[in-house]
């Protein structure tokens, strides 16, 4: 009997993708000897391949896959056999007029779940809530804390290193001002020599982040760039500092919820966004809000004060 083919398709952020890793998991455990595969954005579907839960990716935004988002388009005959090839189909996408789903039935999909597209408050955490559309077909979820499987030969971080910084989101509005880390940051540094790791994107670059902070260099403080390091790449780095206890610092963002899931230790500063609904649910994170809903009106002295009581 040939093995069952489940398909996974996730677009969305790469938090998002993260938060949906214990579903996809689920998948993967609760049906026996699956294929499974995820359509999704390049780069970050792979993060499925590196946490050992898909057998192979493709990119979702391909041309080819355009005509099924409108009524009764002609499909690519590669694009319908391959669709068709899947025993069940998991969609993330947000389908309103039913298009999408009516021509996965055009095509001869077996089974599809819709799942959810928007988070909603009170319901638990994003993770919870993007797993549990597979109670359809008896799979329900324990562990809502996504996680990268350590590979028994992963190297052993050579470089002591004291903390890695990610000083940016996918939204201005929750991230802290730079100006406060170039506070808090060396007022660390007075009590003792700091390493540390700065992980930075085109985002960051284009902000002018790295040079700014990389001016702060001096004998008690230096930088170790990581500079547009792609998503898998970044993960037996993050795994291997892990033993250490080097702590991650970042906001509500993807890169938060990958070191999260490499088994850091991590202080991270929320808001706007609910932290019930989209912190991390992984072990040894320390969350810090604002007193109101804006992340600016964090004073540097919360950040300080954890850092130096942990």
Same mark, same amino acid.
């Given at each position: 009997m +040939? ?18 890793? =214990? ?5 993967r ?16 579907? /792979? ?6 839960? +898909?057998d ?8 080819h896959? +355009? ?6 388009a ?6 319908? /056999? ?11 996408l947000?389908d309103? /007029? ?25 319901q !638990?955490?994003a ?18 804390a996504p996680?990268?499987?350590?590979? =028994?030969?992963?190297?052993t ?26 506070s808090?940051? =060396? ?19 284009e ?15 230096? @930088? ?6 792609? *998503? ?8 291997? *500092?892990?033993?250490?206890?080097t702590? @991650?610092l ?12 490499? !088994? ?5 500063? @929320?808001?706007?966004?609910d ?10 994170i ?6 109101? /809903? ?8 919360? *950040? ?7």
């Open positions: +040939a093995a069952p083919r489940v398909l996974v398709i996730r677009g969305g952020a790469i938090g998002d993708f993260i938060l949906t890793l =214990p579903a996809i998991r689920l998948l455990e609760g049906i026996p000897n699956c294929h499974l595969e995820v359509l999704g954005y390049p780069g970050i579907a /792979d993060l499925a391949l590196a946490a050992g839960l +898909a192979h990716t493709r990119s979702l935004g391909h041309r896959f +355009a005509p099924l988002f409108a009524p009764g002609p499909v690519q005959q590669e694009i319908a /056999d391959y669709l068709a090839s899947f025993n069940l189909v998991v969609s993330y947000f309103p /007029d039913g298009y999408f789903r009516g021509n996965l039935e055009r095509l001869g999909v077996k089974t599809l779940i819709e799942c959810p597209h928007r988070i909603l408050p009170g !638990g955490p993770a919870t809530q993007l797993a549990r559309p597979l109670e359809k077909i008896a799979l329900f979820l324990e562990h809502s996680h990268f499987p350590v590979p =028994p030969d992963l190297p971080a050579t470089t002591p290193t004291d903390f890695i910084l990610h000083p940016g989101s996918g939204s201005t509005q929750k991230t802290w001002p730079l100006e406060n880390w170039l808090v940051l =060396p007022s660390l540094a007075q009590t003792q020599p700091l390493h540390i790791v700065l992980i930075t994107g085109e985002a960051e670059a902000r002018g982040l790295l040079p700014t902070l990389q001016h702060l260099s001096h004998t008690n403080f230096t @930088f170790e760039s990581w500079h547009q390091i792609p *998503l898998p790449n970044l993960v037996p780095p993050l795994q291997s *500092l892990a033993p250490s206890g702590r @991650f970042g906001h509500d963002s993807g890169i938060s919820h990958l070191a999260a899931a490499c !088994g850091l230790p991590c202080t991270l500063l @929320f808001g706007p966004t932290p019930t609904l989209w912190a991390p649910q992984n072990p040894n320390t969350l810090l809000t604002s007193p109101t /809903d804006k992340l600016t009106d964090l004073p540097p002295q919360t *950040l300080l004060h954890s850092l130096l009581h942990q």
